[in-house]
Nanobody
């Protein structure tokens, strides 16, 4: 089992950068695929990115490809989402999620979730 806590959200302007973090507690962190999802008001939670156990494989949603970078530090039990060239449409609550086995873009495949961190991008 793993507990996840996100941090680093905030209010930024369009074009700015922001890094959100996810701290994991529990055993065998390196055995989990880790992902970021986001949920804007009135919308469903959507996939942003996931990263493999070792960090060598990543997948991104088309809407963030080339602007966002997911990374992890297994020694520190941390996952990060570096967000560059932010747009107002990136405004959402960002959630960290974990799953055993192979990563997926389907939120139903994830076993553990954090409480989320708000990212607001003003125009």
């Amino acid at each position: 089992q793993v507990a996840l806590v996100e941090s680093g959200g905030g209010l930024v302007q369009a074009g700015d950068s922001l890094r959100v973090s996810c701290a994991a507690s529990g055993r065998a962190f390196s055995s989990y695929f880790m992902a970021w999802f986001r949920q804007a008001p009135g919308k469903e939670r959507e996939f942003v990115a996931f990263i493999s156990w070792s960090g060598t494989s990543t997948v991104y949603a088309d809407s963030v490809k080339g602007r966002f970078t997911v990374s992890r530090d297994n020694a520190k039990n941390m996952v990060y989402l570096q967000m560059n060239s932010l747009k107002p449409e990136d405004t959402a609550v960002y959630y960290c999620a974990a799953k055993r086995g192979i990563g997926t873009e389907d939120r139903r495949g994830y076993d553990y979730w954090g409480q989320g961190t708000q990212v607001t991008v003003s125009s």
